[in-house]
């Protein structure tokens, strides 16, 4: 078995993060009160705020620059690259909040960094806040195929319908733009912070 043309997901974590978090949390509260209606996107319940968080200086922008930035310059991208923001926004759900499946269209690639996130699990292995579900963009051209795989060959290739993760404080995933992702629902007490953006190659 070899495997070919694989989708790529980054996982980056955010250096010195418990130093910084409650500044996070604080911006993300004090957005909300200044614009309490947010938008309505892929959001069910929760708020979103607007998308204009990379057009000036702000924790969001820097914490995601100086992540971001040195790990695509460390022998990921070449170094004629250059990847720019179109778009940071913040996401709070709390519970009984979700995100509907979407993908981000006119753009590269897609992040999220979580902020805030429960660490509790249910009784299947899930955050309790709600895991990021990521959809085989095969799922419609290999449907009979993926579902005809044993579980264990599953796991050895990483060729599922769908796979989620759980949120991570301090952790960032970037992935293509158009692959097909949702949020499930918050079920804990505590709010899910989140922060999402658009990437452009250049």
């Known amino acids: 078995m070899r ?6 997901i980054h996982q980056v974590k955010v250096n010195n993060f418990k130093f910084i978090q409650d500044d996070l949390i604080n911006f993300a509260y004090q957005e909300r009160e200044k ?7 892929s959001n069910r319940g929760g708020w979103q705020s607007q998308s204009n968080y990379n057009n000036h200086h702000n924790i969001l922008l820097s914490t995601l620059q100086q992540t971001i930035g040195p790990y695509f310059r460390n022998g990921v991208f070449n170094n004629t690259t250059q990847l720019v923001f179109d778009g940071i ?12 499946s979407h993908n981000h269209p006119n753009c590269n690639l897609a992040g999220v960094m979580w902020i805030k996130a429960s660490k509790e ?3 299947t292995g899930k955050a309790l806040s709600g895991d990021i579900e990521f959809l085989s963009p095969h799922n419609f ?13 599953c796991k050895k290739c990483a060729s599922w319908p769908a796979y989620w993760m759980c949120p991570e404080e301090g952790m960032i995933l970037i992935f293509p733009a158009s692959v097909m992702h949702k949020v499930h629902t918050n079920e804990s007490n ?9 990437l452009h190659i250049r």
């Open 141 to 153: 051209t290999l449907a009979a195929e993926l579902m005809a795989y044993d579980d264990e060959f």
């Open 121 to 123: 699990l249910n009784d």
């Open 190 to 198: 505590q709010d899910r912070i989140s922060v999402s953006f658009n």
């Open 89 to 100: 926004w913040i996401n709070i759900n709390g519970k009984g909040d979700h995100n509907s």
């Open 35 to 41: 614009d309490p209606i947010g938008v309505e996107k």
């Open 3 to 8: 495997l070919l043309f694989p989708t790529i």
